[in-house]
């Protein structure tokens, strides 16, 4: 176990409640942006218009990461699969950043497809934010595990972490090109 792992051992109680804090405040301040009126005048150096399409793009890539991370521990090439993870969650957290920018400057856009597409997309949508939620804690202690060295605890959680990550990266992506049409 090198230096590193110790210290992130020694102090995992406290990156755990680190995690649950940031874990609830995260869908508090999202929830919270559906009660947001944007600004009336917006002066950016780019159209936010972009930025569902980058979510989008952020999403697939995070997604294909996911798959070659599993590839990788499946070949036991552990270096390439923390590579993977690690750009993975830096991409999360950028595509995080950007979404809640994007929902805090514009008004939210309403599907506008009828009958089973719609029950689609609400499945979809419903499924996909909920599942969100519940995947950011689980991330978060996944990695904490693997930082701190306890692989036996990080290969535990992160049999349920990858499936629900993939499915919440693939259902972002999908829900953005139903969505897309009325953007």
Not at 11 to 36: C, H, M, Q, T
Not at 91 to 97: D, K, P, Q, V, Y
């Amino acid at each position: 176990m090198n230096k590193n792992s110790n210290t992130f051992r020694r102090n995992e109680r406290l990156w755990a409640k680190i995690i649950v804090w940031v874990s609830v405040a995260i869908p508090v301040v999202v929830g919270l942006l559906f009660y947001v009126s944007p600004p009336s005048q917006l002066s950016l150096p780019f159209s936010i218009k972009v930025l569902p399409k980058f979510h989008a793009l952020l999403n697939g890539s995070v997604f294909v990461l996911l798959l070659a991370s599993w590839y990788f521990i499946r070949q036991k090439n552990i270096k390439a699969h923390q590579t993977c993870n690690i750009i993975a969650l830096v991409l999360s957290a950028i595509f995080l950043l950007s979404y809640v920018t994007y929902h805090s400057l514009t008004e939210p856009t309403r599907y506008g497809g009828e009958g089973v597409v719609k029950f689609i997309y609400l499945l979809l949508l419903f499924t996909h934010i909920i599942l969100a939620a519940i995947i950011l804690p689980m991330i978060l202690f996944t990695f904490l595990r693997a930082f701190a060295g306890n692989y036996a605890a990080h290969r535990k959680i992160a049999r349920y972490t990858m499936p629900l990550w993939l499915y919440v990266s693939a259902t972002g992506v999908i829900v953005y090109l139903m969505l897309a049409p009325y953007y």
